[in-house]
């Protein structure tokens, strides 16, 4: 069974940056579709970035230029990496599976890691 | 930002049906697959339902998906005090290249 575990989160400065992992045991995700989803306090789900099986990344526009997804196999491990963060990145960020492509279901999710961001 | 449009609360009694409603566009429930998410309070998201209609193993019979054009439903019948979370909906945007996620219910049971 595939367990994933976040970890990287903390407290930072507007426009710092910060890299969250998400480490994959149970199973591989070198072949796996892989997303990062984020909740703001209090707030919905919002979709992050994506990152398919070939490495090619998508991500929302909320993050596009600041964020970067990643992967490395020999770690089964995801990334994100977040830089000129601002306060309204400050969220609880989930990596999850892409169970089936070009869908939204996701499965299983890591139980997530907080990200705050403030001066 | 949130495409889906969920009611943000729905609430009954332990025994009764809920239903929660989730509606969208042609370029996403419309195109596609719609997703359902349990979140209990303090935790991770868990998958639902799948594929607009089935359970994941261990997903009580109690929970059921349908959609219907560009909306879709989860129902919930014979209501338990566990069934207490926020359930979100799910689905792939063919314009956003990338999924969405409904605004969350929150469902009460009284």
């Known amino acids: 069974e595939l367990l994933l575990v976040e970890s990287g989160g903390g407290f930072v400065q507007p426009g710092g940056s910060l890299r969250l992992s998400c480490a994959a045991s149970?199973?591989?995700?070198?072949?796996?579709?892989m997303t990062w989803v984020r909740q703001a306090p209090g707030k919905g789900l919002e979709w992050v970035s994506i990152i398919y099986s070939g490495g090619s990344p998508f991500y929302a526009d909320s993050v596009r230029g600041r964020f970067t997804i990643s992967r490395d196999n020999s770690k089964n491990t995801l990334y994100l990496q977040m830089n000129s963060l601002r306060p309204e990145d400050t969220a609880v960020y989930y990596c999850?599976?892409?169970?089936?492509?070009?869908?939204?279901?996701?499965?299983?999710w890591g139980q997530g890691t907080l990200v705050t961001v403030s001066s | 930002q949130s495409v889906l449009t969920q009611p943000p609360s729905a609430s009954g009694t332990p025994g009764q049906r809920v239903t929660i409603s989730c509606s969208g566009s042609?370029?996403?429930?419309?195109?596609?697959?719609v997703n359902w998410y349990q979140q209990l309070p303090g935790t991770a998201p868990k998958l639902l339902i799948y594929?607009?209609?089935l359970r994941p193993s261990g997903v009580p019979g109690r929970f059921s998906g349908s959609k219907s054009g560009t909306s879709a439903s989860l129902a919930v019948s014979g209501l338990q005090s566990e069934d207490e979370a926020d359930y979100y909906c799910?689905?792939?945007?063919?314009?956003?290249?990338?999924?969405?996620f409904g605004t969350g219910t929150k469902v009460t049971v009284l």
């Open positions: 799910a689905a792939w945007d063919d314009s956003l290249n990338g999924p969405v």
């Open positions: 999850a599976k892409q169970a089936s492509p070009l869908t939204g279901w996701f499965d299983p």
């Open positions: 594929s607009n209609n």
């Open positions: 149970g199973s591989t995700v070198t072949s796996s579709y």
């Open positions: 042609s370029s996403n429930i419309g195109s596609n697959t």
